[in-house]
């Protein structure tokens, strides 16, 4: 069994940074897409960035501009870089690895945007 870890997550100013990495517990074959997902209080899950195999990234409108995922193939790991963060963006963080025959999920990175 895969386990995904996250960090990077936690408490920053309006307008402020944080980096969220996710680090898969061993090596992964056939990944398709690994992406970031978030979920706020009283919301459903959302998609925010996602990267395929081949690079190809996208990014949900609220996000665009300020946001940018990346990866390591070697490491698989996944990094999303939050920039110019708002109290909207406040939300539990889940690392997602999807392959040809799985999704792995990761266990969410608390990140909180003070006004």
């Known amino acids: 069994q895969v386990q995904l870890v996250e960090s990077g997550g936690g408490l920053v100013q309006a307008g402020g940074s944080l980096r969220l990495s996710c680090a898969a517990s061993?090596?992964?074959?056939?990944?398709?897409?690994m992406a970031w997902h978030r979920q706020a209080p009283g919301n459903q899950r959302e998609l925010v960035a996602s990267?395929?195999?081949?690079?190809?990234?996208n990014y949900a409108e609220s996000v665009k501009g300020r946001f940018t995922i990346s990866r390591d193939r070697a490491k698989n790991t996944v990094t999303l870089q939050m920039n110019s963060l708002k109290p909207e963006d406040t939300a539990v963080y889940y690392c997602?690895?999807?392959?040809?025959?799985?999704?792995?999920w990761g266990q969410g990175t608390q990140v909180t945007v003070s006004s």
């Open positions: 061993r090596s992964i074959h056939s990944i398709v897409t």
């Open positions: 990267i395929t195999y081949s690079s190809n990234t």
């Open positions: 997602n690895i999807v392959g040809t025959y799985y999704n792995y």
